[in-house]
């Protein structure tokens, strides 16, 4: 599902924020990445989406290695990956509804196949009767939940999420790994980078370290620390 070759990453000022990197993640995995801040860890979480390009090595995702992937193909391969971020980033002049639609119009989707997709996600996410509302009128777990249902309206294969209960209170923080654990659940592969140790202690999955931009732990239900 998701393979890394001897990946690495130097940035034009010289930080090196993946030195080497060898992981495979298998198909329907839950994956939490940790580490301490400037460890390497967003690197790591970008590269997989093609935010980032590695300076060498192999990535990939689905058959696809994103390390040679050129970037017009980019948004292709992102149909295949949803995207959670810590600050949700929702389009403001439209509601609920047509922010999770606006992934499917952009790989023009029948009308009849996005009312229906869009309702069904909304429905997994609790948010049926907030349909007509804009992101300012909502909470911030409410703009976090339409961030995953618009990341998972394409269904795709792996949802990749960076600190998606980052800004949010310990309640949300629940509901929200509620949903994602939901979306595990009906197979999909999910790659969550977060700092919230009471989560990752709680709720076990493989636990992938990295820090100085090398894996130092990768273990199935481990728990949250660093060093």
């Given amino acids: 599902m998701i ?16 030195n080497g990197i060898n992981i495979e993640i298998d198909r329907g995995e839950f994956v939490y990445v940790v580490g301490p801040s400037g460890a390497g860890k967003s690197t790591f979480i970008k590269m997989m989406y093609r935010e980032e390009a590695p300076t060498s090595g192999d990535i990939i995702i689905n058959g696809i ?6 970037n ?7 149909r295949q990956i949803g995207v959670v971020f810590q600050d949700f980033k929702l389009l403001p002049k439209l509601n609920v509804y047509e922010n999770v639609a606006f992934a499917l119009e952009v790989i023009e989707e029948s ?9 069904d996600v909304l429905a997994l996410v609790g948010l049926t009767q907030k349909a007509r509302m804009f992101p300012n009128e909502l909470s911030g777990g409410e703009e976090q939940r339409v961030s995953i249902a618009r990341s998972i309206v394409n269904v795709p294969k792996v949802v990749i999420a960076d600190e998606p209960t980052g800004n949010l209170d310990p309640e949300t923080s629940w509901e929200i790994m509620r949903i994602f654990e939901q979306i595990n659940a009906r197979g999909t592969t999910i790659v969550m980078a977060t700092h919230n140790r009471e ?14 931009g ?11 620390y660093e060093g």
């Avoid at 290695?65 to 050129?70: D, E, G, S, W, Y």
């Avoid at 017009?72 to 992102?78: A, E, G, H, V």
């Avoid at 009308?111 to 309702?119: G, H, L, S, T």
């Avoid at 989560?199 to 100085?212: L, P, Y």
Wanted: charged share 30%.
């Fill in 214 to 224: 090398l894996i130092t732990r990768d273990e199935y239900g481990g728990e949250y």
């Fill in 65 to 70: 290695n994103l390390a040679t992937l050129r």
């Fill in 3 to 18: 393979v890394m070759k001897n990946v690495y990453k130097k940035y034009p000022n010289g930080v090196v924020a993946a």
């Fill in 111 to 119: 009308p009849d196949e996005i009312r229906k997709k869009v309702n």
């Fill in 199 to 212: 989560i990752v202690n709680t709720i076990k999955h493989r636990v992938i370290a990295i820090e100085g």
């Fill in 72 to 78: 017009k193909r980019i948004p292709y391969l992102r």
